[in-house]
T-cell receptor, first 108, second 115 residues
Framework: QKEVEQNSGPLSVPEGAIASLNCTYSDRGSQSFFWYRQYSGKSPELIMSIYSNGDKEDGRFTAQLNKASQYVSLLIRDSQPSDSATYLCAVNVEQFYFGTGTSLTVIP | EAQVTQNPRYLITVTGKKLTVTCSQNMNHEYMSWYRQDPGLGLRQIYYSMNVEVTDKGDVPEGYKVSRKEKRNFPLILESPSPNQTSLYFC??????????????FGPGTRLLVL
């Protein structure tokens, strides 16, 4: 059973729209949740971390965590073509587990 | 500049020829780890280390070795590489494994092809 599940996509949104990325995890003991962005051939870079239920906002990005539903999401407002990348959800439970990533394309 | 470095960035080798991929961080991080990334499988942890002389297996440790003799370095060793180890490898580090400052910072990646 996979620890972290994401829709692989691809997800396409027009420029300026809101992109919504979703992630579910299996271990209820998970305490720490992360969203990474990865451009093709590059290393993952951290966008957001979230530890408590609710929303956490940073610029155009909002992470949402619902521990009861074992669900974490990332909203990208005013999507830009430069946001086109693969987004990785990660959970830390004794060790780090990553989802397979969701490919996002923002269409100009 | 705070960073994680890996060498080499690209490597082509043949089955059975021992190789080492180096990883170094200059952030005084305690926690270091190695991942491999394969299409459709995402990032999978190979080994991790919580401090000097402390290493533990991740999800896919078979065929790999690591050592942590110094805090800053965490080399990945393939004693007898096989074609199924062809992959993109990332080293990562963080201040701690759990709790505050556990965010991982990734190296640039090493693309390995085993013929």
């Amino acid at each position: 059973q996979k620890e972290v599940e994401q829709n692989s996509g691809p997800l396409s949104v027009p420029e300026g729209a809101i992109a919504s990325l979703n992630c579910t995890y299996s271990d209820r003991g998970s305490q720490s949740f992360f969203w990474y962005r990865q451009y093709s051939g590059k290393s993952p870079e951290l966008i957001m971390s979230i530890y408590s239920n609710g929303d956490k906002e940073d610029g155009r990005f909002t992470a949402q965590l619902n521990k009861a539903s074992q669900y974490v999401s990332l909203l990208i407002r005013d999507s830009q073509p430069s946001d086109s990348a693969t987004y990785l959800c990660a959970v830390n439970v004794e060790q780090f587990y990553f989802g397979t990533g969701t490919s996002l394309t923002v269409i100009p | 500049e705070a960073q994680v470095t890996q060498n080499p960035r690209y490597l082509i080798t043949v089955t059975g020829k021992k190789l080492t991929v180096t990883c170094s961080q200059n952030m005084n991080h305690e926690y270091m780890s190695w991942y491999r990334q394969d299409p459709g499988l995402g990032l999978r942890q190979i080994y991790y280390s919580m401090n000097v002389e402390v290493t533990d297996k991740g999800d896919v440790p078979e065929g790999y070795k690591v050592s942590r003799k110094e805090k800053r370095n965490f080399p990945l060793i393939l004693e007898s590489p096989s074609p199924n180890q062809t992959s993109l490898y990332f080293c990562a580090s963080s201040l701690y494994r759990r709790g505050l400052e556990e965010t991982q910072y990734f190296g640039p990646g090493t693309r390995l092809l085993v013929l």
